[in-house]
């Protein structure tokens, strides 16, 4: 587990699927900027299981237990090498309230601390500006604009492509405790 001071990230575990297809089935929840998709429990199992790209999905808790969201990383392969990529989403109710930034900073944090790795990176539509605050809160860098990165609810979407480097970085900002 990964402690903050507001919220804990832990990793997903099987006992989870029911309420991760029942966040990633909920247009609410996803938002009006990610991709609209229905999750069986069986989906989010596979997903879980899925380590192509070494997914690694968190539980985004807040320190009385009560799950409020999800934060993820991945690699994505570059032609040298791999880079990290993170993702997240809170519940509605939740939102604008420091948590999203708190839990991306943890995963900055770990993340910096755990691999030898230079670069994460983040996308977010181009319309989320809740997402872009939260990345340019932590550090990270707007790099430009894929275009037509996702189709989602009938439409091609361009995304902001964001990242923040170890240099950047320099130390953990809220990384107190590791479990």
């Given at each position: 587990?990964?402690?903050?001071?507001?919220?804990?990230?832990?990793?997903?575990?099987k006992?989870?699927?029911?309420?991760?297809?029942?966040?990633?089935?909920?247009?609410?929840?996803?938002?009006?900027?990610?991709?609209?998709?229905?999750?069986?429990?069986?989906?989010a199992e596979w997903f879980l299981?899925?380590?192509?790209?070494?997914?690694?999905?968190f539980i985004i808790e807040k320190k009385?237990?009560?799950?409020?969201?999800?934060?993820?990383?991945y690699h994505v392969l570059?032609?040298?090498r791999w880079f990290h990529?993170?993702?997240?989403a809170l519940i509605p109710s939740e939102r604008n309230k420091g948590y999203c930034s708190e839990a991306a900073k943890l995963m900055v944090d770990y993340l910096f601390l755990s691999e030898d790795i230079d670069r994460i990176q983040a996308q977010t539509d181009i319309r989320n500006v809740g997402s872009q605050k939260v990345l340019e809160k932590i550090g990270f860098k707007k790099e430009g604009i894929i275009r037509k990165a996702f189709f989602t609810r009938g439409e091609w979407r361009d995304y902001h492509l964001y990242s923040i480097l170890r240099e950047e970085w320099k130390e953990p900002k809220t990384l107190t405790k590791t479990i």
């Open positions: 587990m990964l402690e903050g001071k507001n919220v804990n990230l832990r990793v997903a575990e006992e989870d699927l029911p309420l991760i297809a029942e966040w990633f089935s909920n247009p609410e929840f996803m938002g009006e900027y990610n991709i609209l998709r229905q999750w069986s429990r069986v989906d299981g899925k380590n192509q790209f070494e997914m690694k999905l009385n237990g009560t799950k409020i969201g999800y934060i993820n990383h570059h032609p040298d990529e993170i993702g997240y």
